[in-house]
């Protein structure tokens, strides 16, 4: 299936980097460069030194910046998450239907990969390849994001809004390895904007979670 963004942009800007908000500093090109290099070439044959030769900057300045080449595609995976994780807290905390939050968080996170999707292909290619330690701060902050937006199903499934056939665990494992894929067939030249996507997903997750009419209340304890 080929989708395409409308205008050429996605509604939601790419992530900014949490190191470096000037537009044109070192570790902002650097980012640049890197999520560019790893893209097209991948993160193994992608080297440091053709990374600060796009950059225009030295070795010695990358690495005043940045530890290792492990630790710009660490920081290329984490730039996502940090958006996607302020913008959950945001949803998950304005109140109101939790049908409603639900629908609008599973949208938003469809519409923030796309929007960043080669950082997204990256992370889905790539992230086995960094180290012990970087994999594990990686999967710190995405566990963060997973038992937040597991809150909102445990919440519904509380209410009686969402089934309390399916555990809340599997639920979010679903839906985000769903998304995760993105990157492996959505195309800029297709016919559904982000946002048409992002709420085909969300209404596919509303549908799985609807409740049995034959099921008890609302969860208690």
């Known amino acids: 299936m080929a989708v395409r963004t409308r205008g050429g942009d996605a509604a939601v800007p790419p992530a900014p980097s949490a190191i470096g908000s000037a537009e044109g500093s070192v570790p902002r090109r ?3 460069e890197a999520t560019r290099l790893f893209a097209e070439k991948g993160f193994d044959r992608a080297s440091v030194q053709e990374i600060v030769d796009a950059a225009g900057v030295t070795k010695g300045a990358m690495y005043h910046y940045f530890d290792s080449k492990d630790d710009l595609l660490a920081q290329i995976y984490a730039r996502v998450l940090r958006l996607q994780m302020t913008r959950l807290e945001e949803i998950a905390g304005q109140g109101g239907p939790v049908a409603e939050r639900v629908y609008e968080a599973a949208a938003d996170v469809v519409v923030t990969t796309i929007a960043n999707l080669d950082d997204a292909s ?8 960094l180290s012990a330690a ?20 445990t919440e519904g499934q509380a209410e009686g809004a969402f089934t309390a056939g399916v555990p809340a665990d599997i639920v979010v494992d679903f839906y985000f390895g769903s998304v995760h894929h993105l990157s492996t067939w959505y195309r800029a030249d297709g016919r559904l904007s982000p946002e048409e996507i ?7 997750l509303l549908d799985a979670l609807r409740p049995d009419p034959r099921e008890p209340g609302p969860l208690r304890g």
């Open 122 to 129: 990256i992370a889905l290619r790539s992230m086995h390849q």
């Open 134 to 153: 970087k994999q594990r701060e990686v999967r710190a902050e995405r566990r963060r994001y997973h038992e937040l937006f597991r809150s909102l199903i």
């Open 198 to 204: 992002g709420g085909h997903y969300a209404r596919l």
């Open 30 to 32: 650097l980012l640049a």
